[in-house]
């Protein structure tokens, strides 16, 4: 009875091995796994193979997905990478010229630019005009907390050329604003 059972799965795996190096013409073969997959699945930013080549070196991506440079190739990443908060590609193609954000990123008001909502409210201002920072912790919706003093000073002092929070930080931790901190001290 074992020997019947052996001859049954050498002949599944052949027959898995064989459909898998003669893929139809509407398909083509992973090199590796040696699986079959529908053209149309090249470079749609979805791995049909199991090491994901088949969103390798593409000349162009389909189906809304990302095309991300890699040193001399393109890769082909899914369109929920885009506008993610995260940066996946070199020189973060995937994060430009955002105007609506995925799931769990913040918007930058007044950039075309998100965050992951992970990095709201956690002291640190990725949005230029420091919008992921204002209503955090004890103050109102429009202020902002000086991670110094523990102050809540109004948006309207942000960017404003006064070092309101001590450190230069609602100032963004410019040159200017050290500058004129170096002014004052000497």
């Known amino acids: 009875m074992q020997r019947n059972y052996s001859l049954i799965w050498l002949v599944i795996i052949g027959l898995h091995v064989a459909n898998g190096e003669n893929c139809p013409s509407d398909e083509l073969e992973c090199r590796i796994d040696k699986q079959c997959y529908p053209k149309e699945n090249r470079c749609n930013g979805i791995e049909d193979c199991h090491d994901g080549e088949d969103e390798y070196e593409c000349d162009a991506c389909n189906g809304g997905a990302v095309p991300c440079r890699r040193s001399s190739y393109v890769k082909c990443l899914p369109s929920e990478t885009r506008c993610d908060g995260i940066m996946a590609c070199q020189g973060a193609p995937d994060e430009e010229n955002c105007t609506v ?14 965050i992951q ?70």
């Open 117 to 186: 909502e992970k990095r709201l409210c956690d002291g640190t201002a990725d949005c230029n005009d420091f919008a992921d920072e204002l209503g955090c912790w004890e103050c109102g919706a429009d202020e902002l907390i000086c991670p110094f003093s523990l102050e809540c000073i109004h948006a309207n002092k942000i960017l404003d050329g006064n070092n309101d929070c001590g450190e230069c930080y609602d100032e963004g931790y410019s040159e200017e604003c050290f500058n004129g901190m170096l002014i004052i001290f000497a």
């Open 101 to 114: 954000c995925n799931k769990n990123a913040f918007k930058c008001p007044k950039e075309e630019r998100c």
